[in-house]
């Protein structure tokens, strides 16, 4: 079993009935635009999971739309980070697999435990009867692949051995970069140690979110939109102010901001964090400011100050590799779980050649690429 920390049970349910607050009930669009799914609660083992459920045609944001994972996002990451002479097979499998997969309708997917954020935090497994689980599950939703997200193998061993053992296919998703003690980090990462130094003497103003105006809601989504949708993907999803401003007064989100001399915000940083685990859904900065002003390194020193501080372990997600390994990171392949048993044998066998191709392709390139 994993020996990291996982979301204390009372502080889980107090973050789920303020999300069930925000969203149950209210079109997902209006809080983060490329998003239509329908959002609810399942209770089990005492504990309530948010859940969505996703029936578009890979037309969704990545973080409820299997489809878009593994085909459109895929094929951008492909073409972005893979030397060229083997990007162009792999991009030829992910169109073969992309067809292949909308026809036996891999969006009918309820994602469990899913928060609409990159990475999800979990709570202990232990209680938690797996196969009365499944079952209750699969017999909720007869027609739709069950799916848990944001699983990774330094965080979520437990999880991980237990939804195997219930017959849940194992599909890796990306490499994850993880930081479990921040303080030993610096000590041993000289760019962890200029990161801080940077933090203590940046010109920029930090203001918290609780001081934030509707104009720095605004902001906050632009400079968020600069970074993750204009230089990343427009698969990423595009949050809006008001979902800056309801997570930020439900206690979902704890939003800082950097203000230059003018007062203009111009980086913003959004933490969701429970008990000691964090990560760090919204980063965004003005990205046309010169790289040498080191807005990203910036938010980045903020983000493992404060899980240093709590003594916490901080989910950086994926992406910037290179960047996290240089301060500490401790990569980890990320898998989705997903039943899919009960469904018709041709979806059955469409996820079992993708879980085959990620496996076999997916985690030996992400491994020798570092990325």
Same mark, same amino acid.
């Given at each position: 079993m994993s020996d990291c920390p996982y979301v204390p049970r009372a502080e889980f349910a107090a973050g789920s009935d303020a999300f069930a607050a925000v969203h149950a009930g209210v079109p997902t669009q209006r809080f983060i635009g490329n998003l239509d799914v329908e959002v609810a609660t399942f209770e089990w083992g005492g504990l309530s999971f948010p859940i969505t459920i996703n029936e578009t045609g890979g037309e969704n944001a990545w973080v409820c739309s299997p489809l878009t994972t593994y085909s459109r996002y895929a094929l951008e990451e492909t073409r972005r980070v893979v030397p060229g002479a083997l990007a162009w097979p792999l991009t030829a499998v992910i169109g073969v697999a992309d067809r292949w997969l909308r026809k036996v309708g891999l969006d009918r997917a309820v994602s469990v435990n899913n928060w609409l954020l990159s990475t999800n935090l979990y709570p202990s497994a232990d209680g938690i009867d797996f196969l009365a689980f499944r079952d209750a599950l699969a017999a909720r939703w007869p027609d739709h692949a069950i799916w848990f997200r944001s699983l990774n193998t330094v965080q979520h061993a437990h999880w991980l051995h237990a939804l195997g053992a219930a017959g849940f296919e194992l599909i890796p998703t990306r490499q994850v970069y993880v930081f479990r003690d921040v303080a030993r980090c610096?000590?041993? *990462?000289?760019?962890?140690?200029?990161?801080?130094? %940077?933090?203590? #003497?940046?010109?920029?103003?930090?203001?918290?979110?609780?001081?934030?105006?509707?104009?720095?809601?605004?902001?906050?989504?632009?400079?968020?939109?600069? !970074? =993750?949708?204009?230089? =990343?993907?427009? !698969?990423?999803?595009?949050?809006?102010?008001?979902?800056?401003?309801?997570?930020?007064?439900?206690?979902?989100?704890?939003? #800082?901001?950097?203000?230059?001399?003018?007062?203009?915000?111009?980086?913003?940083?959004?933490?969701?964090?429970?008990?000691?685990?964090?990560?760090?859904?919204?980063?965004? =900065?003005?990205?046309?400011?010169?790289?040498?002003?080191? !807005?990203?390194?910036?938010?980045?020193? *903020?983000?493992?100050?404060?899980?240093?501080?709590?003594?916490?372990? %901080?989910?950086?997600?994926?992406?910037?590799? *290179?960047?996290?390994?240089?301060?500490?990171?401790?990569?980890?392949?990320?898998?989705?779980?997903?039943?899919?048993?009960?469904?018709?044998?041709?979806?059955?066998?469409? !996820?079992?050649?993708?879980?085959? %191709?990620?496996?076999?392709?997916?985690?030996?390139?992400?491994? *020798?690429?570092?990325?």
């Open positions: 610096a000590s041993n *990462h000289q760019n962890l140690r200029r990161d801080f130094k %940077l933090l203590r #003497s940046n010109p920029l103003q930090r203001v918290e979110g609780s001081a934030f105006s509707d104009e720095d809601f605004a902001a906050g989504e632009a400079l968020y939109g600069k !970074l =993750y949708l204009e230089k =990343y993907s427009r !698969l990423n999803p595009r949050y809006t102010a008001a979902f800056l401003k309801a997570w930020q007064r439900a206690g979902l989100l704890e939003l #800082s901001g950097f203000r230059d001399e003018s007062g203009q915000l111009r980086a913003v940083l959004g933490i969701f964090a429970q008990g000691p685990l964090l990560t760090a859904p919204i980063v965004g =900065y003005d990205t046309s400011w010169p790289r040498s002003a080191g !807005l990203y390194r910036l938010l980045m020193a *903020h983000v493992l100050s404060i899980t240093r501080a709590r003594a916490g372990t %901080l989910n950086l997600s994926a992406g910037a590799a *290179h960047f996290k390994r240089l301060r500490g990171g401790e990569p980890a392949i990320e898998y989705s779980a997903v039943l899919c048993a009960h469904l018709p044998a041709p979806t059955r066998r469409a !996820l079992a050649s993708l879980r085959f %191709l990620t496996t076999q392709l997916g985690v030996p390139i992400m491994e *020798h690429f570092k990325l």
